[in-house]
């Protein structure tokens, strides 16, 4: 039995750059990639919130200087004392008296076993670990980004295909219901267009659904919800040559800097521990006044001023400080092993993107490849369901093929862009810089060097 489809083959050879008609033409108000990446490179609240956690990391380090200055503390006292005295003759003599003690002291440290400077150097330390930290949620918060503005993208031409699939459904049922009037067909090809009918809109709701939650996915990353998105294009112009992709990885990936730093971090930490086994010398001045109210006098104010110093030795603490050491050691040698590990994993993901990123580009050629053959395919059944030497379901699996090639087009055309954003994250190279993002990049030195030499002051450099 055969069927005659006029013009459907025309209609939905259309359909073949779907992905590209639906992205770039526009209004002028379209949303470019790289217009999604500033705004959540901008307002991404995990970015944000890292960003915070690195300022709070900054202040580590006057913290830890605080030690090399003085320690200064005054002193107010004052209250209410009555006095009942019993004389040798028997009498009684009673007062009150309002005594009172004002004083100032300073205390310096002279010397303490080069802790002040250990812990300089482990607050500095981790901060550089933090900025690398930092660097690597931001390509993270970017590769997410990527990935919701091409899921969408991808998901708005699947809808699209699905609908071109079912008109051309919905058109071959009628057509086919009215040669079944004329006694053209049988029954059963009417049935057989029913029932790929219902599946289309199956799959056109599943399409619909699987872009309603991208949209969501978007708005929650970049902090909108979209709205027409333009092409987003591969960036192998920023790749590395294959065989420097390791080496690049490796050397600068932020985790593997981070994790080197964090050795580090966890090797001084060792001596700021040991500094407790060594002498400490302090300096301490003092300057009083006082008032005790002499009940003879009526009135005795002492002045005093003293300048001491003062050498604590430990001698035994229990195992204290010996214990801490131990444990210093200990994590010292699990963040060299978790630095190994971290350097076989950014070696992994950077040979695993790069694989995947060669193996997009062979799956774009063959699916454009697959859409121009069933497109042919299903012309060329169509000529002959008119002749009457095809029937009604070769023209529809015809049809099927060609809307499923149709789909993996687009699925490998949105792999396609998140493969080359993800082998650019594995070398250590998606940030604004490399990008070329119109957005001025975030610089976390500036906070640090507002807040190191900082002596005083309870406001935030931001006004909180």
Sequence with gaps: ?????????????????????????????????????????????????????????????????????????????????????????????????????????????????FKTANSVRVAELQV??????????????????????SNVLANQALVEAQRVNVNFLRETLNITRKRLEAGSVT??????????????????????????????????????????LMLAEPVDRFLPRREETNDLALRGHPAVLAAGFDVDVAT????????????????????????????NLGTKRNDQASVVGKIDVPIYDGGLVAAQTRQAKELASQSR??????????????????????????AVAAAESEVRAANVALQGVQREAQAGQRTTVDVLNSQQDLTQARARLISAQRDRVIASYTLLSAVGRLDVKTLGLNTPDYLPEVHYHQVRDAWHGLRTPSGQ
């Excluded at 550089?128 to 503005?149: H, K, P």
Aim: hydrophobic letters at 40%; one cysteine or more.
């Design 187 to 228: 029954p059963t090809d009417t049935a057989q267009s029913e029932a790929r009918l219902n599946r289309g809109l199956a799959d056109l709701n599943a399409a619909e659904v699987a872009l309603a939650i991208s949209q969501a996915i978007y708005t929650q990353v970049i902090g909108n919800p979209p709205g027409r």
């Design 337 to 362: 092993l978790v630095f190994e590990q971290v350097r076989g994993q950014t070696r992994t993901a950077a040979a695993g993107a790069l694989v995947a990123h060669e193996g997009a580009k062979v």
């Design 128 to 149: 550089r670990s933090g900025r690398e930290a930092l660097r690597n949620v931001g390509q993270g918060v970017l590769l997410d980004a990527v990935t919701a503005y």
């Design 1 to 113: 039995m055969s069927v005659r489809v006029s013009g459907l083959g025309r209609r939905a050879a259309c359909v073949v750059g779907l992905v590209s008609a639906i992205a770039v033409s526009g209004p002028a108000a379209a949303e470019s990639l790289n217009e999604a990446l500033v705004k959540a490179y901008q307002a991404n609240p995990q970015l944000n919130a890292e960003r915070a956690r690195q300022r709070a990391t900054d202040e580590n380090v006057p913290q830890a200087l605080s030690g090399y200055r003085p320690q200064i503390v005054a002193s107010l006292s004052a209250g209410l004392q009555g006095v009942r005295n019993l004389l040798p003759d028997n009498t009684i003599q009673t007062a009150t008296l309002k005594p009172w003690t004002i004083g100032a002291t300073v205390t310096q440290t002279l010397f303490n076993g």
């Design 268 to 295: 001084t930490t060792i001596s700021v521990t040991e500094s407790s086994l060594f002498p400490t010398v302090t300096l301490q001045g003092n300057v009083s006044r006082s008032n005790d109210g002499d009940i």
